[in-house]
């Protein structure tokens, strides 16, 4: 049985891949195979096993395997401490959906109205939220936004502390959308935007039509929770009058004790099966709203580290982050698997990659001196054309963002806080990556086309390219 979900493990030494933790190991007799995770449990003839798979740059998931005891080689097991740090994660990872609506609850919404929109408003340590969509939606949102938030301080650690926290707004209809923007003079296609002059990151979405389709699956739960309680109520009423008639016949305790177990096992099983119909629709909701929301998450991702990035790390005052790298970089964590806390960047972005491969197969390529020597502009597109120059770029930036960050590990290093330094513009494009990743712009490039040809893309769903507009901002 595999269960499609995500298991948060703690991150790695720099930040970007969470690190699994330690795994117990079954080696088959047939061909060397083998399974990692967690020995459930055992008898003479089988042993169950939990298997952990963490495909390459997509969610986690665990299979639970009955393997036969002489199809097994041996069975590597770890010792008691680590076995239960393994057991508590993996109770997280099935629990996942619990532990998100038990941290839903906890979101505190108050009504706002500003802008001309009535918005729930969210008041976090790293960021404000408002939005138009329904408060149930909102808390959900904002659960993903502080944990996006803080896989994005586990990547790079903040430096800075901003007079304000950055604001997001996330509006259920693209019309709220642009009539936020129209006033700043600014007509952007593209559904999200990071204004940098009101350190607001905006958002345009379909909440609204989600609501509506989500509205009878909600009202089924609801219904099914109602039921469930009267349910309870009834046992007792019936569990009495089944034991004062029995006791008016004469009959032995020994009679009444087992009709009210007979009774009890009906109850439990009619239980059973409301609980199974709840946890369907509870599931029908989740995947709805996850199929629904994939792409607005993506945006909200990309343009959310702009905002962090400005806020927190690399403020324009204080440092020079070049524009291929700060957009480099929101492509790559935009492209990213969110698992409690963790981004998982171990992927290449799907998109960015195809698109990057076909231009270095093409008849003229970009060289890298052209990207790095690009003026930042060319970056800020403000419509939505999928063959815009300014995707080619993008695709440009965010290999070599990706390159920097798994290959040469140069990502929230000492080497690249200089490289972002003011002073290092004055070397000049090329003279600057060349310090930073200590060879010749010509060996570089040549071992960055190379990586970036052998790179595989896991299957995902990810949008082109989202745009920050911070440079068109009319402020």
Not at 119 to 125: L, N, V
Not at 406 to 435: C, I, M, N, T, W
Request: net charge neutral.
């Amino acid at each position: 049985m595999a269960l499609a979900a995500t298991l948060g493990f703690p991150p790695s030494a720099w930040g970007l891949q969470p690190s699994p933790p330690a795994l117990e190991r079954v080696n088959l007799a047939d061909g060397g195979k083998h399974y990692e995770g967690l020995v459930e449990s055992e008898d003479d003839t089988w042993i169950y096993f939990i298997q952990i798979q963490r495909p390459t740059g997509r969610p986690t998931h665990l299979v639970v395997r009955t393997l036969d005891r002489r199809t097994v080689a041996s069975v590597v097991r770890l010792d008691a401490p680590q076995r239960a740090m393994l057991r508590q994660q993996i109770e997280q990872f099935v629990n996942r959906a619990a532990i998100e609506a038990g941290r839903m609850e906890a979101v505190v919404l108050v009504p706002l109205q500003k802008e001309g929109n009535h918005y729930q408003h969210y008041a976090g340590k790293w960021f404000t939220l408002d939005s138009t969509a329904e408060p149930q939606t909102v808390r959900r949102v904002v659960v993903r936004v502080e944990q996006v938030f803080a896989a994005y301080r586990q990547m790079l650690a903040p430096r800075n502390r901003p007079a304000r926290p950055p604001r997001l707004v996330v509006f259920d209809s693209m019309e709220q959308y642009q009539s936020l923007l129209a006033p700043r003079g600014l007509k952007i296609l593209n559904r999200a935007c990071f204004l940098e002059g009101d350190n607001l990151v905006a958002v345009g979405s379909e909440l609204a039509h989600l609501n509506i389709r989500t509205a009878r699956v909600n009202t089924q739960v609801e219904l099914i929770q109602r039921e469930l309680k009267e349910l309870e109520k009834r046992l007792e009423m019936r569990r009495k009058e089944l034991a004062d008639a029995m006791r008016e016949e004469g009959r032995s305790r020994s009679e009444i004790a087992g009709s009210l177990a007979m009774l009890q096992r009906q109850f439990d099983a009619d239980v059973a099966h409301m609980r199974n119909d709840l946890q369907r629709y509870q599931r029908e909701t989740a995947q709805t709203f996850e199929n629904s929301t994939r792409q607005m998450f993506a945006r909200i991702y990309h343009e959310s580290f702009h905002a962090y990035l400005e806020n927190y790390v690399y403020p324009h005052q204080k440092y020079d982050v070049p524009r291929w790298l700060n957009e480099g970089l929101a492509v790559m964590f935009e492209g990213g698997v969110l698992e409690a806390g963790s981004l998982r960047v171990d992927a290449p972005n799907a998109a960015a990659l195809a698109r990057l491969k076909a231009d270095l197969d093409g008849p003229q390529p970009l060289a890298l001196q052209q990207v790095l020597s690009t003026d930042p502009a060319a970056f800020l597109q403000l419509h939505d054309t999928a063959s815009s120059a300014s995707d080619r770029l993008y695709a440009y930036a965010w290999g070599l963002a990706y390159y920097l960050a798994f290959e040469k590990h140069l990502l929230d290093s000492p080497a690249l806080e200089q490289y972002v330094a003011p002073a290092a513009r004055q070397l000049g494009p090329v003279p600057r990556l060349e310090r930073l990743v200590g060879m010749s712009l010509g060996k570089f490039e040549q071992d960055w086309r190379e990586y970036i040809r052998v790179q595989k893309a896991a299957p995902q769903q990810v949008s082109r390219f989202p745009v920050s507009t911070a440079a068109a901002s009319a402020n």
